[in-house]
């Protein structure tokens, strides 16, 4: 069975006029479909938000996998003390299992919210603290450590991590850091994760449990996040502003197997092992949406894909 042409140009049509600048179609493991748009080439990077989330994810499953770090270890094993502003008993109950999930049950300024493991809170301050946590557990600065496991294996020569100086970390004075990359090497990453872990004949992840687990339900308050992926397929959602739970997958028009990398602006890597399919999208945000992560977009793009899949 074959993809109808015509909805493919549909979809290609969609994303250039919903400000998409660089788009990649990966079936089965090659390009079938890929366009610029704004100036934009193959080489175009800039920064995806949030869907630096999911590559993170990865690297601290490699990490695991090397016996580096321990998914229920307390975060304090490797940050030290006094790196939330809760008392010491409590900070100690706080795992890297709930950074990853979002359930560490701090606030934005990592003051006490609720108990770890009973609230799901899209907690982006909490999250950059993880990559911390990395550079503690391997003895390496983000960069290096993600150019020695994930770009300098899979190729992805056009990314990097970058200050932002706009956001600062909880301590009101670090920058945090932007994933800077190109919609290829999105789908290169998409590419690896979605044939197990491996990259031609290497084991990037080696972990397989790990990466399991880290593309299922995470925790049960949402149980469409995995460890910084989001999911589809699930009974209900819950989104970074706050709302929910609302009663539908997250993306009802795509399939149910769908893990998807998100980040404010429509930055977009999706792995949709069903299809065999992987696609990431780069540009301005689609109909002028502020959203973290889901917006419309979503939607209307996985109808018109859809429409383009073999039936």
Known sequence: MKWNKGRLDEVLAFVERTSGSSFVMLHPGRIMAERYWKGADLHSSGDIASAQKSMVSVMAGVAVGAGKLSLDAPVSRYLGAGWTKTDAEQEGRITVRHLLSMSSGLTDS????????????YNTPAYHM????????????????????????????????????NMLMPDGVTPMTGLVTSARDMARFGLMVQAGGAWVATDIVKDKTYLAQSLGTSQPMNPSYGYLWWLNGKAFHRLPAGTGPIPTSLIPSGPPDMVAAMGAGDKRMYVVPSLDLVVARHGAPANNSGAAALSAFDADLWTRIMAAAPA
């Open 110 to 121: 990592l003051a006490f919210s609720r108990e770890p493991g009973t609230l799901w809170y």
């Open 130 to 165: 993880i990559k911390l946590v990395l550079e503690r557990a391997v003895g390496k600065a983000i960069t290096d450590y993600s150019r020695e496991i994930l770009w300098g294996p899979l190729g992805m020569g056009d990314s990097s991590w970058e200050p932002r100086p």
